[in-house]
């Protein structure tokens, strides 16, 4: 069985989301969520809160024990990239790109 867990529009880089769920694909949820605790960067907290929401589904949900569940795939896609303007010399603008992702966390029983 598997079960699902998204945030949706963290004001974070998708890139820089992507460096913390590569370390935790395909370990243990409870010892996932041991190492997103040791990890001291911003992005760690927003993909813990998704496994821990991952963690919640399974067992309110489906009836699932925490320490069986596995993380199949942790993924961290584009999400809406706002757009603003800086202004710069001779009455120019530069671009700035706020961009934001997608934080999705799939679980499953190793049964």
Do not use: Y
């Amino acid at each position: 069985m598997e079960v699902h867990a998204i945030t949706r529009r963290v004001r974070m880089s998708p890139k820089k989301v992507r460096e913390v769920t590569r370390q935790i694909q395909g370990l243990g949820a409870l010892e996932a969520r041991a190492v997103l605790q040791a990890i001291p960067r911003k992005s760690a907290f927003w993909v813990d809160k998704t496994l821990h929401s991952a963690i919640a589904n399974a067992q309110n949900n489906n009836n699932l024990s925490a320490d069986r569940l596995k993380i199949k795939e942790a993924v961290a896609n584009q999400g809406m990239t706002m757009k603003r303007f800086m202004p710069k010399a001779r009455g120019s603008a530069g671009p700035i790109l706020k961009r934001t992702c997608h934080v999705s966390i799939t679980l499953t029983d190793q049964s």
